[in-house]
């Protein structure tokens, strides 16, 4: 079976690092949201004179938002239809809302859950701090807008997302990233994506 596995959580709780380390074993589109449309809302959030970084303001919520996501949901529907396993790795909260989505990734994939195993694990951790350690550990000028408003993002360390998808609750996991990514704790992630 195909595998399509969301890496979900909040900024700074380690999504890509934790993807990127099962990515080594499992060969996979590797699809971050950030990368995949983070130049281009950039330069239209400059372009409209607003904060490049601010993922948060209205303009982004009702102009940007949906577009960003739905670009990485058609470049992941590319992947499978060619026959691709795929990582996609952002929040997803309100897609993880809509029961109906998953469903229509897969069709529009040709394809359905006999065929595609899909899981979601969910990238929490129990120390702020490490959170703001690694947000201004990577040293990307968008989290620069995270770090000037904290206070937002660190009630939301160990937010576990409302998941409506028909899928067993057993492809769903939640995965505390707090300490170290020991090798113990890559192979739990190896065993849970199968």
């Given at each position: 079976?195909?595998?399509?596995?969301?890496?979900?959580?909040?900024?700074?709780?380690?999504?890509?690092?934790?993807?990127?380390?099962?990515?080594?074993?499992?060969?996979?589109?590797?699809?971050?949201?950030?990368?995949?449309?983070?130049?281009?809302?950039?330069?239209?959030?400059?372009?409209?004179?607003l904060d490049k970084n601010?993922?948060?303001?209205?303009?982004?919520?009702?102009?940007?938002?949906?577009?960003?996501?739905?670009?990485?949901?058609?470049?992941?529907?590319?992947?499978?239809?060619?026959?691709?396993?795929?990582?996609?790795?952002?929040?997803?909260?309100?897609?993880?809302?809509?029961?109906?989505?998953?469903?229509?990734?897969?069709?529009?994939?040709?394809?359905?859950?006999?065929?595609?195993?899909?899981?979601?694990?969910?990238?929490?951790?129990?120390?702020?701090?490490?959170?703001?350690?690694?947000?201004?550990?990577?040293?990307?000028?968008?989290?620069?807008?995270?770090?000037?408003?904290?206070?937002?993002?660190?009630?939301?360390?160990?937010?576990?997302?409302?998941?409506?998808w028909d899928i067993p609750?057993?492809?769903?996991?939640?995965?505390?990233?707090?300490?170290?990514?020991?090798?113990?704790?890559?192979?739990?992630?190896?065993?849970?994506?199968?």
């Amino acid at each position: 079976m195909q595998k399509l596995v969301f890496f979900v959580g909040v900024a700074g709780t380690g999504k890509t690092t934790v993807a990127r380390k099962l990515s080594v074993d499992i060969p996979a589109a590797f699809l971050d949201r950030d990368t995949i449309g983070g130049r281009f809302v950039e330069a239209i959030l400059e372009m409209k004179g607003l904060d490049k970084n601010d993922r948060d303001s209205q303009f982004y919520k009702e102009n940007l938002r949906d577009l960003e996501y739905d670009t990485a949901k058609d470049v992941c529907i590319e992947n499978l239809a060619a026959g691709q396993n795929v990582f996609m790795i952002s929040p997803f909260t309100a897609e993880l809302r809509n029961k109906a989505w998953i469903e229509e990734v897969l069709a529009a994939a040709g394809l359905d859950k006999e065929r595609v195993d899909v899981k979601v694990v969910v990238v929490t951790l129990q120390d702020m701090g490490m959170q703001k350690a690694r947000i201004v550990g990577r040293q990307t000028e968008r989290d620069q807008w995270k770090l000037e408003n904290w206070g937002d993002f660190e009630k939301r360390v160990d937010f576990v997302p409302t998941i409506n998808w028909d899928i067993p609750a057993s492809s769903i996991l939640v995965f505390d990233n707090s300490g170290e990514l020991t090798d113990e704790k890559v192979e739990q992630l190896r065993a849970f994506i199968g």
